[in-house]
């Protein structure tokens, strides 16, 4: 059947969507943790490279950081493969997004909690790791999700520099196939397919972490969190 | 100025501490002493700066400039810079602090939110700190509430483990930040209960609050605020029933009509 052979013609292409998505959340929320820490800094400098840092990234697009990553760079001796250059762009622009989504997090959890801390003589550093960070969580975590999802989408775009994921799959399909449009059905049957599980598992964590623990603020459902995009 | 005559090295020191927020003076030249044992109570108008001058003891509000003074350890302050870090957690670990809003860990029972100091600040053993919080659990009538958390625990309740915890740290003086203002009176009353046992045991407590009769029944001193100065202060009975300044027969005839 013709639908079945284009679906495991675009089933190949699967792994380098998730590989593309995953691999630059990972990378961004390993960024976002020195860039939210200098957008909290005491020092008004160091805030200032944060929101530069986050300026910087949110306000170009990706594709315009991919061409600058895949074309630009070679001309500086730095030669990144088609992946590789589709995981540094989306990490380091996934950067810039989870630091926002982290300094909400933090925003959520009054100021009575770390005051509270303080007054105990509870050190900087296990005020975040014992009272602020498993709070913030809360509100982080179904944010990041829908992050995670939109990341998934928009990694459609590495297919230009020719990473074989589900879209340039289709693309490639749709010049040997007679019908291009059950093509392009298929392979955008297959984002919704990968994305709705990890929206209901985002939504899932989040009825979970709201649990039993009241009296702090709700923590942000993920259509707030689209709205941030 | 001090009402009552005083030992010439006071327990608890507050020199002419000044709080300004962006440039307006919100505590003008406050100063204080109180000795071991005594429970003084801070009354006044809402903003008149009470909090504020309670903040800076423990140094959660940085004094613009004066010094405060706790059996012998002071916190410099630099006119821009930050107060030295080791100083300042020399200062902390005397004195605990309850808050108007409770301000318990709400991801932490009441046990874990009475351990969380005892383990990070004074290093003592996990084993050690568990039965200190439920030894001040029983002491607040909560051991049964050990393991719940504070969201499912009343306010009084919270309170209550509020004031467990600083106790946890052996604190040589206890401040309470309106600590019923945001209980009914019913959940007020226990906790008003314990902070008067606690003061019959001799803790050296400053309370800012609008309890007048825990005021006049439990402190031995009273301080009127009004305006970022103390107008005045001395007995308890004095104070509110035969207040000298008008500013004071003002506060009180408001509070008394209500």
Redesign the interface.
Known sequence: MVIFDIFTTLLQGVKYTLLVSFAAFFLGALIAVPVTAARRS?YAFVRGIGTAYVELLRGIPPLPWLFIVFFGLPSFGVILPPIQSGILVFGLVGGAYLTEIYRSGFRAV?N??V?????????RF?IYV??LI??AVRTMLPLAIAYLIGLLKDSAIVSIVGVQDISALSLVENRSSSDGLLVFIVASAMYLILSVPIGIFGRWLGVRLTG?????PEPATVTEAVMIR | MPGTVQNASPFLEAEDIWVEFNGKPAVKGISMRVDRGEVVAIIGPSGSGKSTFLRCINHLQAPTSGTVKIDGISVREGKGGHPKSKELTQLRRRVGMVFQQFNLFPNLTAVENIMLAQVQALGRTKKDARGRALALLDRVGLEHRANHYPGECSGGQQQRIAIARALALDPMVLLFDEPTSALDPELGAEVLGVMKEMASEGMTMIVVTHEMSFAEDVADRVAFIADGAIVEQGNPKEVLRKPQHSRTQRFLKAVLER
């Open positions: 005491r009054p009575g909690q005051e509270a801390g303080e007054a105990l003589g509870v050190s296990y014992k009272i498993p709070q039993r623990r009241k009296r702090t």
